[in-house]
């Protein structure tokens, strides 16, 4: 895979993060869909939830892939690299939402572990979407 997408000037878009948006943007639709036919569980409640795993996710991949693949001086140039145009690696992003995830329906446990059910069926989605780019 062309790790470019596009390219003019100074602006580029990385593929790998292209996909990633579009997998999330797809699953956002999917998570609220679900939410919005089974009920059970607020829109807003949905949304803080995959906002956080968003956030997370994104930072956990970038994260991962810094550590395995950068030569790192320090933790202020973890953190310089990590807000970097760079890799990202499937799993740190995995590992970052999921765990993320938990915490949240851990911690408002009177509409966790409903949420989990769609959740699941969302991030797995968007894992085959971004694991058949990669792939």
């Not at 993060?17 to 956002?28: E, Q």
């Not at 807003?44 to 991949?61: E, K, S």
């Not at 999921?98 to 069926?121: E, F, M, N, P, Q």
Request: aromatic share 14%.
């Amino acid at each position: 895979m062309n790790p470019i997408l596009f390219e003019y000037k100074n602006i580029v878009l990385p593929a790998w993060h292209f996909c990633y948006f579009l997998a999330a943007l797809v699953a956002l639709v999917l998570l609220l869909r679900l939410v919005h036919v089974h009920g059970g569980v607020s829109r807003r409640a949905a949304i803080d939830v995959y906002m956080l795993c968003y956030v997370a996710g994104y930072f956990g991949a970038r994260a991962l892939s810094i550590i395995v693949e950068s030569e790192v001086r320090g933790l202020g140039d973890f953190f310089q690299q990590l807000v970097a145009m760079g890799g990202m690696t499937l799993y740190g992003g995995v590992v970052a939402a999921a765990s993320v995830a938990l915490l949240y329906l851990w911690r408002h446990a009177g509409i966790g572990w409903y949420l989990l059910d769609y959740v699941v069926i969302v991030f797995l989605l968007a894992l085959a979407m971004e694991g058949s780019v990669v792939f």
